[in-house]
C-alpha cells in the first residue's frame, strides 16, 4: 500500500478532533484495528498492548488502536479498562477499508461485511512494512512487540 493512500485519511481522537493519520505517525507505529469497544476479544487485545506498552516505548514504538466506534466510547473504553493506548475513531471506516481491514466476515454463522481485526506496523517513513489481516486477540500483541523488535533490529544493521 503507498503511503500516501491512507496517511492522508483523517480520523478523530477521544477529544473529538479530526486528525490525518500522518500526524499520529511520529516514528515506528503499531495500527491496530479492531471490531468494537468492550467487547471481549477487542478488550484482551487493547488490554495485552497496553500491558506491553513500556516495552513497545522502549523502542521508540507507539500502539494505536483504531476503530467506527465514537470518541466517547473510546474515552469510556479507556477508563473502564485503565488503557493507556491511543485510540482513534473511524466512523465512516475510510482508514479501515483504506488497510484493507473491512471485509466478509462470519459472525454467529451468519456472512456479513465488518471490521476484520487487523494489525499494520508502519516505520517512520511511514510504510506499511508488516501486516497481519484475521488476527486471533489473545496473545496477539506479545507476537507484534517480537515481530517489531526484529523489523527494528533489521533496519539499525
Keep these: 500500500m503507498s503511503a500516501d493512500s491512507f496517511l492522508s485519511i483523517e480520523v478523530l481522537t477521544e477529544d473529538g478532533s479530526k486528525v490525518r493519520v500522518k500526524d499520529l505517525i511520529k516514528g515506528w507505529t503499531v495500527l491496530y484495528v479492531y471490531p468494537k469497544d468492550n467487547t471481549s476479544g477487542c478488550t484482551t487485545e487493547a488490554k495485552e498492548f497496553t500491558q506491553l506498552l513500556p516495552e ?6 507507539e500502539v494505536i488502536g483504531v476503530s467506527k466506534d465514537s470518541p466517547k466510547s473510546h474515552q469510556r473504553f479507556r477508563q473502564k479498562h485503565y488503557l493507556r493506548i491511543t485510540l482513534v475513531s473511524d466512523p465512516e471506516t475510510k482508514l479501515i477499508k483504506a488497510l484493507g481491514a473491512w471485509g ?3 459472525i454467529a454463522g451468519k456472512v456479513r461485511k465488518g471490521v476484520i481485526r487487523s494489525t499494520f506496523i508502519i516505520n517512520p517513513e511511514g510504510q506499511i512494512v508488516w501486516k497481519k489481516i484475521k488476527v486471533r486477540a489473545k496473545g496477539h500483541a506479545a507476537k ?8 527494528i533490529s533489521s533496519t539499525a544493521t
Excluded: H, T, Y
Design 144 to 151: 507484534v512487540l517480537e515481530v517489531i523488535k526484529n523489523l
Design 56 to 61: 513497545f516505548r522502549r523502542l521508540g514504538v
Design 104 to 106: 466478509q466476515k462470519k
